[in-house]
């Protein structure tokens, strides 16, 4: 597990564009010369490299994730290969059977797209707006919690809990999205409520 | 984890038991090997198959599943009779020499205070003996019959190599082999670590699994040292964080807890939670209770939460039970007692026990919500993929409204491994079609909420009215404002006393860590423990500085760490009662004469003595617990429990089923195989394979054609009694469901001889559904039964009886 140079710092020293020129003094070998000459230049200047933390496990390998456009200049970016951080001292570099083939998890065919909904005894979901989802969700929880709310308990204490609504979050959003999760289902006096470590 | 993955090199032993790191965390068990080439460290595997860890383990030992306290409670038995003991670690930093009440024993299987009608102990006499000085008595000789080390001697003495191989089928050479090699462990210059995860967390006793090796490693001395530790392998990229964060019934973040209706008001939940030194000098870090409560109610509602109002302690909703945990939840649901269920990124139906169940219970509800970047299960319990899924959606009258969400690759923010390395990431590529981030969903659905209240009215909207919620965009908060919010910030000027012109703290700057935070509203923290990742020098999590000074692993400077940055918890147990490393080629912090220095934060106050203050601050004590009080429902010792459903009867305490305080529902009970039933005869467990993820690879082309199909697997010698052929069908049933699947019949799996009879294995891996890439096949809580360990509720996924019978493919 030699880390002395990695690629990055690799790169930074020999410079993207004359990296072919430069590997000889490095003692690399002509295969390795004409593959970072070829292939890896070629990706760094065409996509945009970004860092990331693998969505499955929590070894939480490093990964690199490198798109077309580029988000923060406000482009589309379609994301078209993934691989191992080099840099990330507990995977450095390497990937599981999982991790190799995130690529395809980001562009997997069941990927959900568009607000759905499925009616009461139906056999279909059907798409739907955001606002007509949300207003729905909405309306749904107000009643529920006018309607079952409980202020005060049989001894007279105040107790201000709603248990006919559940909330079950996840296990792979972000420390932020879970906070902002948090807020929202505690301020609303919920109680049932769990995540993900439950199993 | 106590420790991280990379200094998993640091160790001398490798104990994986609970798990199969090699498959299941296939980059962190990276570290195992390193340990092995490097310092020549040894492996042992002890699990009921032979799985890719015990392919290269340096020993492995068969055990059956259900059985790994009468296994550890044995190894703790040698260690003592043996003097495989580090006992100046054991008598300076665990509760060894602590008195306990005379009122306290254990007779059967049982301790004192059973109520069998409530299934639930009276827990008074679990606690020490507190002399006149208000202290807890200690007898430092160990001569004292009611010291906690002769008590435990005691409770472990029935657990010989014979009993131990009786009850777990482990052959009595393997099981003393791996005492040996555990036993060499306990010399301060030698250290062991475990690493564990599901095969120890799902059983009706998990806690107790994972607390009977804590134990262990306290006799031993490892942990707070370099390569020991307790390191549990969390299963899912956020499942840390999202525990710290406290989205669960009963929790506030950073461990806080909820008040529940026998605590009226402010001051009398507070009695119960400030915790008082049990010992001179100690830290007892809890003390600090009201500094983070206080501010973190502050962070909630902001300038509605006064001193006058308590902080708004009467926002908070106050429990009747002890959790809303999702087993409950279902039950409720089930008898038609809930109305809306929303799920995040979760798919209750395959993951949760007893799908028969799980589904009847959705098809009761009113609304069900799904937010998921893929399709799920539970958003389709309603349509009909026959065999598979057996449903007639138009007497379901669930109204059903799936929401698409971004995915790791698309939004930005920390994720918390094992490690507790909270790991900034940044969006790399746009959403597809319409799918929006968790935070905007949630916005959403707040922002109507409060809409709608604001316009009509309605029950208590002040909590909901009056959340903080001061957004630049308040449809959006960004990653930023809310990581900001979760470290903490001033609120008010405070200043000084003795210098009135000094401010100690500055109103809207970051809080530099919790040792910032007050209970007087001046100061307002999310999360208390989180609290140092983003302050006034920025976001510490978005670091990526690679060195490690020393080489020990510890990587100080990449992204940050919980608690304080710091990396190895309880790191002041790796010197001794002097402040000397116990061994000087991996040390970790040492006392220079004045002060803590070394390669971590330590725990304690930098100035902290060494010979007054505890390593283990958040004890009242300041030391490690070998008899845990009245902490655990189940006992202050663990207990070999049988699963509620096992092919014996518990041999120490025949009449006792199951796990005595485990809550079973009433139809869940009638819905268990009775004890060593004819009728289902062979012990089953679940587990994963290498190539997928839970039930999400599934919607992965590649992982779908690694692994395609639903599989068990059995021994040569079951099939052979059975008849049944390599690759052929088998119908597998339990008491709740019944699934047909090929069957791989292979070495991996051996019958055991457990109390004098032979029992078979049969091996029932997770992964398959009716959506996605893959074929479709049978999940495996079709089988499983629905109970909770006793502490916190995990399912017994791991231990239950089923019977299988050769059959000819399904009819889909």
């Avoid at chain 2, 050479?173 to 995860?197: N, Q, R």
Wanted: a neutral charge.
């Amino acid at each position: 597990m030699n880390m002395e140079l990695s690629r990055r710092q690799f790169l930074r020293t020999a410079g993207a564009g004359i990296a072919g020129t430069s590997l000889g003094a490095f003692g690399f070998g002509g295969v390795e010369e004409a593959l970072a000459d070829a292939i890896r230049p070629f990706r760094l200047t065409n996509t945009t490299e970004v860092r990331n933390t693998c969505t499955y496990c929590s070894v939480a390998c490093g990964i690199l994730i490198f798109s077309k456009g580029d988000l923060k200049k406000g482009e589309k970016a379609e994301i078209t290969h993934i691989e191992g951080d080099v840099d990330h001292p507990t995977n450095r570099g390497t990937l599981c059977p999982k991790g190799a083939a995130l690529l395809d998890i980001v562009h997997s065919k069941t990927r959900l797209q568009y607000p759905m909904m499925r009616k009461a005894g139906s056999d279909k979901f059907e798409r739907v707006s955001w606002d007509v989802a949300l207003d729905r969700v909405a309306r749904v929880l107000k009643d529920d919690r006018d309607k079952n709310f409980i202020a005060k308990n049989n001894d007279g204490v105040t107790v201000n809990r709603w248990v006919t609504t559940g909330f079950l979050a996840a296990s792979a959003t972000t420390n932020e999205a879970a906070w902002c999760t948090y807020k929202v289902v505690r301020s609303a006096g919920m109680l049932v409520f769990d995540n993900q470590a439950r199993v | 984890m106590t420790n991280s993955w990379t200094d998993i090199k640091n160790t001398d032993l490798v104990v994986i038991m609970g798990g199969n790191a090699a498959e299941a965390h296939p980059c962190g068990f990276k570290w195992v090997t390193e340990a092995k080439a490097t310092r020549g460290a040894k492996l042992v595997v002890v699990d009921p198959r032979y799985t890719r860890s015990a392919a290269v383990a340096d020993y492995y030992a068969p055990i059956r599943q259900g059985s790994d306290i009468a296994f550890l409670n044995g190894v703790i038995n040698y260690c003592i009779q043996n003097d495989k003991v580090q006992w100046e670690y054991v008598k300076a930093f665990t509760n060894a020499a602590y008195l306990v009440k005379d009122g306290f024993g254990y007779q059967d299987g049982l301790f004192t205070g059973y109520d069998e009608s409530k299934r639930d102990y009276n827990r008074t006499t679990w606690d020490y003996q507190i002399g006149p000085d208000g202290y807890a008595m200690v007898d430092e000789t160990l001569q004292n019959p009611r010291c906690v080390w002769n008590l435990l001697k005691a409770h472990v003495a029935l657990y010989t190599p014979d009993m131990v191989s009786r009850i777990t089928g482990t052959p009595k050479d393997k099981f003393l082999k791996v005492c040996e090699m555990i036993g060499e462990c306990a010399s301060p210059t030698k250290t062991m670590t475990s690493m564990y995860a599901l095969g120890w967390t799902q059983h009706s006793k998990g806690s107790q699994n994972i607390r009977t090796m804590a134990m262990l490693q306290l006799i031993l001395g490892n942990i707070g040292v370099r390569g020991g530790g307790m390191n549990a392998l969390r299963g899912h990229s956020n499942i840390q964080g999202l525990t710290d964060l406290g989205l669960m019934s009963n929790l506030i973040p950073g461990y806080l807890t909820l008040p529940t209706e026998r605590e009226p008001d402010f001051p009398t939940y507070m009695a119960s939670r400030g915790f008082k030194p049990l010992r001179p000098n100690q830290m007892s870090y809890w003390q600090n209770y009201k500094k983070f409560f206080v501010s973190f109610q502050k962070m909630m509602w902001g300038p509605a939460a006064t001193a006058e109002n308590n902080f708004a302690f009467e926002y908070l909703p106050k429990l009747d039970v002890p959790a809303y945990d999702v087993l409950r939840a279902f039950e409720l649901m089930k008898q038609g007692k809930m109305n809306a269920y929303i799920c995040q990124g979760f798919n209750p139906l395959q993951a949760f026990p007893n799908k028969a169940k799980l589904a009847e219970a959705l098809g009761k509800l009113k609304l069900l919500v799904i937010m998921d970047p893929l399709e799920t299960e539970t958003a389709r319990f309603w349509e009909n993929h026959g065999i598979y899924n057996p449903a007639e959606p138009a007497k379901i009258q669930t109204e059903v409204i799936q929401l698409p969400t971004t995915c790791f690759a698309e939004d930005e923010g920390a994720l918390v491994s094992s490690g507790r390395w909270l790991q900034w990431h940044w969006p790399a590529g746009s959403p597809p079609g319409e799918a929006k981030t968790d935070v905007w969903i949630m916005a959403q659905i707040h922002l109507r909420l409060k809409e709608l209240y604001r316009k009509e009215g309605g029950a208590f909207p002040d909590a909901l009215l009056n959340l903080q919620w001061n957004y630049k965009d308040p449809h959006e908060p960004s990653p930023e404002e809310l990581a900001k919010e979760m470290n903490g910030y001033v609120v008010s000027d405070v200043v000084d006393p003795n210098d009135p012109t000094k401010k100690l703290l500055e109103a809207g700057k970051q809080v530099a860590g919790f040792g910032a935070l007050r209970d007087d509203g001046s100061t307002a923290c999310g999360c208390w423990i989180y609290s140092g990742c983003y302050t006034e020098a920025g976001n510490l999590m978005a670091r990526r500085d690679n060195s490690d000074p020393g080489e020990t692993g510890a990587y100080a400077k990449w992204a940050f760490s919980w608690p304080a940055n710091r990396r190895i918890i309880y790191n002041r147990a790796s010197a001794d009662i002097n402040g000397k490393p116990w061994d000087e080629t991996r040390k970790l912090l040492w006392w220079d004469g004045a002060r803590w220095t070394g390669y971590d934060v330590p725990d304690i106050a930098p100035t902290a003595k060494p010979q007054d203050v505890g390593p283990f601050i958040m004890n009242p004590e300041g030391v490690s617990r070998l008899f845990a009080r009245g902490m655990m429902r189940d006992g202050p010792f663990p207990v070999h429990y049988e699963p509620f459903e096992s092919p014996v009867a518990n041999v120490i305490a025949p009449k006792v089923r199951g796990n005595p305080v485990a809550r079973v529902f009433k139809d869940d009970f009638a819905q268990f195989a009775e004890v060593a039933s004819p009728d289902f005869p062979y012990a089953a467990t679940s587990y994963r394979l290498t190539e997928h993820f839970h039930y999400w690879t599934k919607n992965n082309h590649v992982n779908s054609v690694l692994q395609p199909e639903f599989f068990v697997e059995i021994s040569e010698e079951l099939a052979k009694e059975k008849g049944i052929a390599q690759g052929g069908w088998a119908r597998v049933w339990s008491k709740r469901g019944s699934v047909f699947a090929k069957v791989y019949v292979t070495k991996r799996i051996r019958p055991m001889l457990v109390d004098g009879k032979t029992v078979h294995i049969v091996g029932i891996p997770i992964h398959w559904g009716f959506v996605g890439a893959a074929r479709k096949g049978f999940p495996a809580n079709q089988l499983t039964p629905f109970v909770g360990d006793a502490n916190i509720e995990t399912p017994e996924y791991k231990a239950f009886c089923v019977n299988i019978e050769p059959t000819t493919g399904p009819v889909a």
